[in-house]
């Protein structure tokens, strides 16, 4: 009998956002979590700096906790490739690129550029799946004037407010 292949499962985390910190947080509980299974799941982690830089880390979850990451020696540049056939995210190492394929994504990510429906929008592009609400509904959820205009056209009750 074949033994089903790993999954394997980026954990997007990070970004440019004021909740940056919280992300790396999360993040690293999601990869412990992961971690648990081994014989299920290889993880993918990509960080995206406060200044938007992408870096494959494959450090500890102690270094996403403490912020220290980022100043880690496995850290590698890397790029989500938009080509719908690569599905995945190119290393970007010593002049050379090298595609690492990618089954699914979460993109735990909090805030603006990321929990806003932005890093889904790229990833649905890339028709990588995640675990995730979608586009609209993330950005929806974010926009809280948006979200009560909706709920309220839609006949559900919704306290008073102004903006």
Known sequence: MNKPSKQRVALFFGGVSSEHEVS????????DALATMPDRY???????????????????????RSGSWEQDASCVPCVLSPDRKD???WLLQDGKAELVHIDICAPVMHGKNGEDGTI????????????????????????????KQILRGAGFPVLDFVW
């Not at 290889?42 to 996403?64: A, C, D, F, P, R």
């Open 120 to 147: 889904q929008g790229l990833l649905e592009m890339a028709n990588i799946p995640y675990a995730s609400s979608g586009v609209l509904g993330s950005a929806i959820g974010m926009d809280k004037i948006a979200m």
């Open 42 to 64: 290889e993880v993918i982690l990509v960080g995206i700096t406060k200044q938007g830089h992408w870096l494959k880390y494959s450090g500890s979850t102690e270094g996403m």
């Open 24 to 31: 790396c947080v999360s993040a690293a509980a999601w990869a």
């Open 87 to 89: 599905h995945g995210i």
